[in-house]
Nanobody, 123 residues
């Protein structure tokens, strides 16, 4: 049974930075593509970023390119999302996910999910 636990959310001013972490347990971390999604109130869950099992393929939503960086540490079974130059429109609950295709932006195709962590960016 795959378990994902996110941490690192919080309140930050516009222009600031946060780093989210997501630890996977229960299965071999390196077998999974890892991704981040987010969901703002009243909106659908949307793709943010993903990294392949090898780390050789990375995909970003256009809205975060150049500002967010996804990375992973297989020795710690952890994936990270470094978020810089945050904007109020980045405010959402951020979810970590494990799947098989780093280019799938459809959240329904990802098999495992964390509980989410709130990110709030004030203007």
């Amino acid at each position: 049974q795959v378990q994902l636990v996110e941490s690192g959310g919080g309140l930050v001013q516009a222009g600031g930075s946060l780093r989210l972490s997501c630890a996977l347990s229960g299965r071999t971390f390196s077998r999974y593509t890892m991704g981040w999604f987010r969901q703002a109130p009243g909106k659908e869950r949307e793709f943010v970023a993903a990294i392949s099992r090898s780390g050789g393929s990375i995909n970003y939503a256009d809205s975060v390119k150049g500002r967010f960086t996804i990375s992973k540490d297989n020795s710690k079974n952890t994936v990270y999302l470094q978020m810089n130059s945050l904007k109020p429109e980045d405010t959402a609950v951020y979810f970590c996910a494990a799947g098989s295709n780093p280019f799938s932006t459809d959240w329904t195709s990802w098999g495992y999910w964390g509980q989410g962590t709130q990110v709030t960016v004030s203007s």
